[in-house]
């Protein structure tokens, strides 16, 4: 054969390979679409509990549909919505709904062909469309998923089915979702409406620690009390196994609160409710291994209990042991007193490091275990944990000494000799009214605490209630600010020796007070004596025009500052300023506005070195007033008993 026969045959079968090919590429024709009208009347069963509406159904509203599809072996075959008839039932239990479905390859529907029906609402948050085909509702569909009100959750979380067949023209809707109702009540005292709530809810039964659904609210006020309530919606036969609520409130963690065991089931609500004013439970940490905590009161007559995670409560008889670091015991009680006439604190760990922190109220609850507001007996707390060298604080948990009202001596040498404190929380003492010798010694010989609380609130002061508060806290470096507004002042002695041998103390903050407060006598004496290292002390500290005797004594006695806060008394008493600024020997300036300081029986005021002899002072008098007007003992005579001959005298103008 020869090569050109060849080549045509070649070409022949490849022009022939190439035409099959073509010819078998022939277009699948699309499936051919029709559409069929139906209507049907809907409601939901009568049965159903979760389905809340005014009168406990579901109501229909604008933009409510109805998504009906084939199944069985028809499955797929024709899809598509109802729409609900305006004039046909919103705002009612029962609608009509009608609309034209798909029908798909020419099937055509008999009257007992079945379908399924899904309600699908105007804000639905569950159900998602995949090219007009809605998706299968799975447990991921409700996680993170929540509502304020039960109400609300059924309206955006439902998943209402019903099957049945074509021919039907009524059908009844079934709720397939579960709902949980979680409602948190919280005590005023510690929480305000508009709180930020943040809850999780987590299935712990296998340390898993997987969450169900996690929230983000805040507090309201309903009928007086604060609550937070909210709504979780679930697939039917999700699991509550070793479930648990972990809560924080504003930036304060609740202990976790158990949730029941369940099986959640369809169409049906479960409630979750605790009243959280159970928040702060006065608590005890290990920070080292092999801890144990005994209760050193009477347990049974002061109720006490103790638990291992804030939910389950046991009475307390015999010490606690904390086998790890991070281990923790609860307690509560109804005591009205712990009062330490001996040397047994309230507590005792072996001397083992702990963490202390809570609401130490929650000792002294009422019949309900709800912490009391009032401090019921005086001396309540008196040397609850004096000496307790092993107490610590927490600085994310805070230690709260919540009443409002406090009675005589409550707190009195609570925390005396307790060395490893080193920082008290900046609010720890709220209450605005101090009673006789309630903080009487209260941190006294603390060597370690550089931080006391930001602010001293109280504006009404009893008798000895500050007395020698801080004396011998080396360690602390400034002082916390009084109020700065008009107070009430009773008794005697009520700062008494205050910040007595702080000797690292270097501020003084605010102000004492308000000038129209009518001081008493000794209320300052001593203050900030002995506090060697005090160089910053505002210019007007002490404001008062109204002087007592001995109010101001020894009050910067030895401080390092070399300019002292003005005076503006004009009407001075028997030596409210004697020792004042005794052994201040960097002080080089005094303001002082008394015209008559020495009215009284008294030589001076200023007796007793109330101020230095050095040279190269200089005195600054208001204008008005005299200076050593020939022997007149009452008008600042210069020499021993007056202002030194040595100072310079000028005047100032307020």
Request: aromatic share 12%; hydrophobic share 35%; with cysteine.
């Amino acid at each position: 054969m020869s090569k050109s026969v060849i080549r045509v045959l070649i070409l022949s079968l490849l022009a022939l390979s190439f035409s099959c090919k073509k010819e078998t590429e022939i277009p699948v024709p699309a499936p051919e679409v029709q559409t069929v009208h139906y209507r049907a009347t809907v409601q939901t069963a009568v049965d159903t509990r979760a389905t809340v509406g005014d009168d406990l159904k579901y109501e229909f509203e604008e933009g409510d549909r109805v998504y009906m599809e084939s199944t069985g072996e028809d499955s797929g075959k024709m899809y598509g919505f109802l729409s609900l008839s305006v004039d046909g039932g919103i705002g009612k239990n029962v609608a009509l709904f009608e609309g034209d479905l798909i029908c798909v390859g020419g099937f055509t529907p008999t009257p007992e062909t079945p379908v399924k029906l899904i309600l699908v609402g105007p804000e639905d948050k569950l159900h998602s469309f995949d090219q007009e085909i809605i998706a299968e509702v799975t447990a991921d569909s409700y996680i993170n998923k929540w509502a304020a009100s039960l109400k609300e959750a059924v309206r955006q979380l439902s998943h209402f089915t019903v099957s049945g067949v074509f021919g039907a023209s009524y059908f009844t809707l079934q709720q397939q979702s579960s709902f949980l109702v979680m409602s948190l009540s919280f005590n005023q005292e510690t929480v305000s409406a508009g709180t930020d709530v943040t809850a999780n809810l987590v299935n712990d039964y296998d340390d898993s620690h997987s969450s169900l659904g996690e929230v983000t609210c805040q507090t309201v006020e309903v009928d007086g009390d604060i609550e937070s309530t909210w709504v979780f919606a679930f697939t039917p036969g999700t699991e509550l196994s070793g479930a648990k609520l972990e809560v924080e409130v504003g930036n304060e963690n609740v202990p976790a609160l158990k949730v029941a065991d369940a099986t959640l089931q369809a169409n049906t609500y479960y409630t979750f409710q605790r009243a959280t004013y159970l928040m702060d439970y006065f608590a005890v940490e290990a920070t080292v291994a092999s801890t144990s905590v005994t209760f050193n009161y009477a347990a049974a007559s002061n109720g006490i209990q103790y638990s291992r995670d804030g939910f389950e409560w046991l009475n307390y008889s015999s010490s606690i042991p904390l086998s790890e670091v991070g281990d923790k015991v609860y307690f509560r009680g109804k005591a009205t007193s712990f009062k330490n006439t001996g040397s047994n604190p309230l507590l005792s760990t072996g001397n083992k490091a702990c963490y202390v922190y809570g609401d130490i109220m929650f000792l002294m609850c009422d019949e309900k275990y709800k912490p009391r507001t009032a401090i019921p007996t005086e001396y309540a707390f008196q040397g609850a944990f004096k000496n307790c060298t092993w107490l610590r604080l927490k600085e994310d948990h805070k230690l709260k000494l919540s009443a409002s009202t406090l009675a005589k001596g409550c707190y009195k040498a609570m925390f005396m000799g307790c060395t490893g404190l080193t920082k008290l929380p900046y609010d720890l003492l709220p209450a605005m009214a101090v009673e006789e010798e309630a903080y009487y010694q209260m941190f006294k010989d603390c060597s370690a605490l550089t931080t006391p609380p930001t602010t001293l609130p109280a504006t009404t002061l009893k008798d000895k209630c500050y007395y020698q508060m801080f004396q011998n806290c080396k360690a602390l470096t400034s002082a916390p600010s009084f109020p700065g507004e008009k107070g009430t002042i009773s008794g005697t002695q009520n700062c008494f020796q205050m910040f007595d041998e702080c000797t690292s103390l270097k501020t003084a903050n605010g102000k004492l007070f308000t000038a129209d407060t009518q001081l008493t006598d000794e209320c300052f004496h001593g203050l900030f004596r002995h506090c060697y290292a005090l160089n910053n002390v505002p210019e007007d500290f002490l404001p008062s025009l109204h002087m007592a005797k001995w109010c101001y004594r020894g009050l910067f006695e030895g401080a390092a500052f070399t300019e002292g806060p003005k005076l503006p008394a004009t009407e001075l008493v028997d030596e409210c300023y004697r020792f004042l600024f005794n052994s201040c020997k960097n002080l080089n300036t005094i303001r002082c506005n008394a015209a008559n300081p020495n009215n009284g029986s008294y030589t001076t005021n200023w007796v007793g070195g109330g101020v230095p002899t050095s040279s190269g002072f200089t005195f600054y008098k208001n204008s008005t007033t005299t200076v050593n007007s020939g022997t007149d003992e009452t008008k600042w005579p210069r020499g021993a008993s007056g202002i030194p001959n040595n100072w310079e005298v000028e005047n100032y103008t307020e």
